[in-house]
């Protein structure tokens, strides 16, 4: 499943439209608690957060992610989206819930990471 595929299937707004969105999803991760990510974040990772701050796009990108997913329609500050677009790091916002889009990646069998 790639970035482009996910959002597809969750009908989330890509954030960072300027950011490749075929890179591959190889596992699934949510937690809010950025130090427990920074120790758990894998390469090809999509991480389900409510976490918008700039914080998260430099957790992201040190693992090497292909994305950030936002539940419930959560915007992120602008100066985090802009961080995101220089760091080619895509950031979707989705209408369901954190619950729900797991779901989604659970039933497309992304594992959860290792």
Do not use: F
């Amino acid at each position: 499943m790639t970035v482009h595929d996910l959002a597809l299937a969750i009908s989330a707004r890509n954030l960072t439209p300027e950011v490749d969105d075929s890179k591959e999803i190889t596992c699934a991760y949510t937690c809010d608690l950025l130090s427990w990510v920074m120790s758990h974040g894998e390469e090809g990772m999509a991480w389900v957060t409510v976490q918008t701050h700039m914080n998260v796009i430099a957790v992201a990108v040190l693992a090497d992610m292909a994305c950030v997913v936002l539940p419930e329609e959560i915007d992120m500050e602008e100066e985090s989206l802009k961080k995101a677009i220089d760091e080619g790091m895509c950031v979707l916002s989705s209408p369901l819930t954190g619950y729900e889009i797991c779901g989604v990646l659970h039933a497309h069998q992304v594992p959860a990471h290792a």
